[in-house]
Antibody, heavy 120, light 111 residues
């Protein structure tokens, strides 16, 4: 089955750290750019970060730059998001998204999301 | 405040057509053909409906169509069905620095 499954969410105190993972199956993971997108409670989708297929290039939204690190292990078909110095405003459902093949910029498959709550 | 501006809500009756607008700038929607649209049911994974302004992925009904004029993109849903009631988001590439921006989302109600 073609799917993405996120894990690693939970409750963490402000200033704490959390590592999210996204396990991919059913497709050639190493061929796709991968992304993290988040949705705060009652708010819309917000793009967080992207990594290219061979991990040579990463890019981040300004709101997480310097605090979050995206990475991937193509041998394990897994995407990661290391989140440090967490803030209240990082509270959200975090989705991993698969970049569509080709020159287009779009997300053609998404996971169900994992909830991250930053609170004391 | 989201980078792209969508109406908070739209509504229509079964069988009718509705259009959701997505207003951007000359730095995102107006500059690139990389506009995409997503359908999102609460608690579920978002679903890609349209990419490259007007391209439909395999499996997406032809009731969904996209277009763009200057700095504004649009999603049209024809033959509205109760099952279409969901949140819809537009998204645009915005250059190598900003990369991607989403709209604030539009809640579609089928009356």
């Amino acid at each position: 089955e073609v799917q993405l499954v996120e894990a690693g969410g939970g409750l963490v105190q402000p200033g704490g750290s959390l590592r999210l993972s996204c396990a991919a199956s059913g497709f050639t993971f190493s061929s796709h750019y991968m992304h993290w997108v988040r949705q705060a409670p009652g708010k819309g989708l917000v793009w967080v970060s992207r990594i290219n297929s061979d991990e040579s290039s990463t890019i981040y939204a300004d709101s997480v730059k310097g605090r979050f690190t995206i990475s991937r292990d193509n041998a394990k078909n897994t995407l990661y998001l290391q989140m440090n110095s967490l803030r209240d405003e990082d509270t959200a459902v975090y989705y991993c998204g698969r970049g569509i093949l080709g020159p287009a910029v779009a997300f053609d498959m998404w996971g169900q999301g994992t909830m991250v709550t930053v609170s004391s | 405040q989201s980078a792209l501006t969508q109406p908070a809500s739209v509504s229509g009756s079964p069988g009718q057509s509705i259009t959701i607008s997505c207003a951007g700038t000359s730095s995102d929607v107006g500059a690139y053909k990389y506009v995409s649209w997503y359908q999102h049911f609460s608690g579920k994974a978002p679903r890609l409906l349209i990419y490259d302004v007007n391209m439909r992925p395999s499996g997406v009904s032809n009731r969904f169509s996209g277009s763009k004029s200057d700095n504004t993109a649009s999603l049209t849903i024809s033959g509205l069905q109760a099952a279409d009631e969901a949140d819809y988001y537009c998204c645009s590439y915005a250059g190598s620095a900003t990369y991607v921006v989403f709209g604030g989302g539009t809640k579609l109600t089928v009356l």
